[in-house]
């Protein structure tokens, strides 16, 4: 009797095609969702129960799965984590959209790999950037100069509050890279992305309680695109998205799996021009060109790990 066989690769195919839309348009289209959650809802408490609900859903699931118990040691590393991705890095995201267009957001985040070049540059005993990759910063300063300078339009420049946020959430994501590179973590990536959601989640919420947050927010104010919007970035933002990430650096090679960092911005910009009427002049598309080449010179000539690949666009996700 003759066995029937079923090649899987076209099924691994599509899986992995599937995974990088996933990656590229739903993270992507986070900054807009931001957008739209911040304007009837407080910056820190928003994002804090985003966190803690996709968090718990993503830990219980992970559970259920039969995942070992993490160690109190895991929950540290947790902790450090959270607080320099998600309180410093996303919290300063989501409060400079108050003032940023998304798309200009999205732009300044892109710039990460330029600072995690610079920190393993100037740290005891760092690796010293090649030719390339100095180029590459190089330009990555002149696009972000560029882009300051320019403003969101010909008449209005953009929000220095906003920008400095923006810069500040970067050099956090940066560095939070770079500890969670040598941390004691979980063995499962989703597991270890809940733990941090979750101990995230609570320190943006204690940041929305030392900023006054809960006496600004009014629930019979909040509109139901914002509601909307928060539910899309826990579901698909965060619990999609991330699964499909997990997917490509267990099945794609990292390089390929890093080039959503500038796909993402790409996404973005056009986003906010199409559903909000963001400014997209032509010295912002010059901009986003020359942020965008500089992040495919570094991350071409510096090599992509899964870590650092991580970094972009989870600053709008964890």
């Not at 990759?133 to 560029?146: F, K, N, S």
């Not at 020359?290 to 996700?317: D, H, K, N």
Request: hydrophobic residues 55%.
């Amino acid at each position: 009797m003759t066995s029937l066989t079923i090649d899987k690769a076209p099924v691994r195919d599509w899986r992995l095609i599937g995974a990088f839309a996933a990656v590229y348009i739903i993270w992507g289209s986070t900054y807009l969702a931001i957008r739209f959650a911040v304007d009837t809802m407080p910056p820190f408490l928003m994002a804090g129960v985003r966190f803690l609900i996709a968090g718990a859903i993503l830990y219980t699931a992970m559970a259920v799965r039969g995942t070992p118990t993490p160690k109190r040691i895991h929950w540290r590393s947790a902790l450090i984590i959270g607080a320099l991705l998600l309180l410093a890095g996303n919290g300063g995201v989501v409060w400079a959209e108050q003032k940023v267009p998304s798309g200009i957001a999205s732009l300044l985040v892109a710039i990460v790999p330029l600072w995690i070049v610079l920190i393993d540059w100037l740290r005891p005993g760092g690796s010293r950037p090649t030719l390339p990759v100095i180029v590459g910063l190089l330009v990555g300063l002149a696009g972000i100069g560029l882009l300051v300078v320019g403003g969101d339009d010909t008449n209005k420049p953009i929000d220095l509050l906003g920008i400095g946020s923006l810069l500040i959430a970067t050099v956090c994501w940066a560095i939070g890279t770079f500890y969670a590179r040598h941390a004691t973590l979980s063995s499962s990536t989703l597991q270890t992305t809940a733990m941090e959601m979750l101990c995230g989640g609570a320190l943006l919420l204690l940041a929305g309680t030392a900023t006054g947050e809960w006496g600004r927010l009014d629930i019979a104010k909040i509109s139901l695109t914002s509601v909307v919007a928060v539910i899309y970035l826990i579901v698909f933002g965060a619990l999609v998205a991330y699964t499909a990430y997990t997917y490509l650096i267990n099945h794609a090679p990292p390089a390929r799996a890093a080039t959503y960092a500038y796909v993402n911005p790409v996404v973005a910009v056009f986003l906010g021009w199409l559903f909000r009427g963001e400014p997209l002049t032509i010295r912002t598309i010059i901009a986003a060109a020359i942020i965008i080449a500089s992040v495919v010179i570094i991350t071409t000539y510096r090599g992509s790990r899964p870590a650092e690949a991580a970094v972009i666009v989870p600053v709008s996700e964890t």
